[in-house]
């Protein structure tokens, strides 16, 4: 028997960043996104833990590790763990998510990994253990199980449901040269030595919980956008390019390199997208928002 769970990419709406904490993280306020690019995982029975990986044309596969440090591999032996069993599985990624773009394609591929395996082999893992085990996984793992919108704090993995009633549409620019996090987040201590503890926006929340277009163009943000774009000035290119092809707003996915365009609809979108490809950034697409969390989409 196998189990095929599909996961979505995740995008920051808001990104508000803290002071360094004593264990090196940094807390944050965030609100996450779910849209639509999905990596599906595929999981079976095996006598010892293996991964393989495939994907889309424009995933850069040799990035993704094919060994026990891969997190879907993690996340299994960590639900066994939980349940106190002693049982292997064979992994197999099909990856549409760009990697090391900042949109979460290894934290949705481990929580894909828990659901599948979960309903493989009929554990009945409260939701509560599952996000609790995603969370020990990394910060945008609970996100990629919940899905739709939501809140995140702490490192990102406290996360709380947040009413989306918009139906969004973004084009997502990917870049094929990645981008440090941790350099990102060094960045920005040193541009921000007084950083204050972060909030959500109200603004934001009005806006996603009315489906209000231009509060939620007024409203987005990213504290890491300027430390990115302080590190990478060939970004500041894509920003100018799509204020200039008409998105409504411009803003850096996570710690990116990724940038993401809010559109009017699934036309303006495409059009978008066009004009994007056309200036040269080869890897765009069009996605709604918000999509589900982790589901499963076969069982075989």
């Known amino acids: 028997m196998t189990v095929t769970v599909r996961a979505a990419a995740k995008i920051n709406l808001h990104l508000g960043v803290g002071p360094v904490r004593a264990d090196g993280f940094h807390p944050l306020a965030t609100v996450y996104q779910a ?11 095996a ?17 993704v590790p ?14 066994a763990a939980h349940h106190s069993i002693d049982r292997a599985a064979r992994i197999e990624i099909h990856k549409g998510i760009p990697v090391a773009g900042g949109l979460a394609g290894g934290s949705a591929d481990a929580a894909a990994t828990l659901l599948a395996l979960d309903r ?3 554990l009945g893992t409260t939701d509560e253990d599952l996000l609790r085990i995603a969370g020990e996984l990394g910060s945008d793992v609970p996100f990629a199980l919940l899905g739709g919108a939501a809140a995140g704090h702490g490192r990102g993995e406290l996360v709380e449901p947040l009413e989306d009633h918009g139906a969004w549409w973004w084009v997502v620019v990917g870049n094929a040269v990645g981008l440090s996090t941790p ?11 007084a ?5 959500i926006p109200d603004s934001l929340v009005e806006a996603l919980r009315n489906g209000d277009l231009e509060l939620l163009a007024a409203s987005v943000g990213n504290d890491l956008q300027e430390p990115a774009l302080d590190l990478r000035a060939d970004l500041r290119r894509t920003f100018a390019d799509g204020a200039e092809a008409g998105a409504l707003a411009t803003l850096l996915s996570g710690s990116g390199p990724t940038v993401l365009l809010l ?14 490809q056309a200036a040269g950034h080869e890897h765009c697409w069009a996605v709604p928002a918000p999509v589900a969390g982790a589901h499963v989409v076969s069982y075989d």
């Open 35 to 45: 849209v639509g690019l999905y990596d599906d995982v595929l999981v079976a029975d």
């Open 47 to 63: 006598e010892e833990w293996v991964v393989t990986v495939t994907g889309e044309a424009h995933v850069a596969l040799a990035e």
């Open 66 to 79: 094919q060994d026990g440090s891969n997190i879907a591999i993690r996340a299994g032996r960590a639900l």
């Open 120 to 122: 493989l082999w009929s």
């Open 183 to 193: 350099a990102v987040y060094r960045h920005f201590d040193e541009l921000t030595p």
């Open 195 to 199: 950083a204050t503890d972060p909030v």
């Open 263 to 276: 559109c009017r609809d699934a036309a303006h979108a495409r059009e978008i997208a066009g004009a994007m």
